[in-house]
T-cell receptor, first 115, second 112 residues
Framework: KAGVTQTPRYLIKTRGQQVTLSCSPI?????VSWYQQTPGQGLQFLFE???????NKGNFPGRFSGRQFSNSRSEMNVSTLELGDSALYLC??????????????FGPGTRLTVL | DQQVKQNSPSLSVQEGRISILNCDYT??????FLWYKKYPAEGPTFLIS?????DKNEDGRFTVFLNKSAKHLSLHIVPSQPGDSAVYFC???????????FGAGTILRVKS
């Protein structure tokens, strides 16, 4: 079974631009979560989707948004990029909506650099 | 407000010895705890978990201990191997519908 895939793997943008990251979950998985990883901060939860509905949202500004499609693929968008948005963005999928206890399977991440 | 803390940014251990990674939490509503391992250029992978109804869970060389009164959990790796060198993240959740909260991670280096 193919794992979680994320595209692109690397991205360089300038301040003020917007960016869209994509995540394809493991086949059959209906839940997708997004995390931001920065040095010293660990993984910060962004949002979680299940069956196209946002079920949970972390403490990030409204510039961060996401959505999930009927095939469970998910995208996240960051508008008006700031230097502090430079990070590794990780997507994780799980089988059910019990993401707090289900094993989450992570993709390799998208490394975003904002100049 | 960091609800899950891994106070040791890094740990260095000799091959064959025990590695002990620690994690403290502040939210008494957390009832499920997990450890993930991350290699460079890869996403985190699930290692082991423990429910708050237990105080120990074992899987091969990996054992997680939970001390609810101290709000502390630890991951023991015995014996440590060079392939265990990675970043280890502790995570906690408060049950169904609640998000997973991760610590900042501990870099483990196992020297051969």
């Amino acid at each position: 079974k193919a794992g979680v895939t994320q595209t692109p793997r690397y991205l360089i943008k300038t301040r003020g631009q917007q960016v869209t990251l994509s995540c394809s979950p493991i086949s059959g998985h209906r839940s997708v979560s997004w995390y931001q990883q920065t040095p010293g901060q660990g993984l910060q939860f962004l949002f979680e989707y299940f069956s196209e509905t946002q079920r949970n949202k972390g403490n990030f500004p409204g510039r961060f948004s996401g959505r999930q499609f009927s095939n469970s693929r998910s995208e996240m968008n960051v508008s008006t990029l700031e230097l502090g948005d430079s990070a590794l963005y990780l997507c994780a999928s799980s089988l059910s909506d019990r993401t707090s206890t289900d094993t989450q399977y992570f993709g390799p991440g998208t490394r975003l650099t904002v100049l | 407000d960091q609800q899950v803390k891994q106070n040791s940014p890094s740990l260095s251990v000799q091959e064959g010895r025990i590695s002990i990674l620690n994690c403290d939490y502040t939210n008494s509503m957390f009832d499920y705890f997990l450890w993930y391992k991350k290699y460079p250029a890869e996403g985190p992978t699930f290692l082991i978990s423990i429910s708050s109804i237990k105080d120990k869970n074992e899987d091969g060389r990996f054992t997680v201990f939970l001390n609810k009164s101290a709000k502390h959990l630890s991951l023991h790796i015995v014996p440590s191997q060079p392939g265990d060198s990675a970043v280890y993240f502790c995570a906690a959740s408060g049950g169904y519908g609640n998000k997973l909260v991760f610590g900042a991670g501990t870099i483990l280096r196992v020297k051969s």
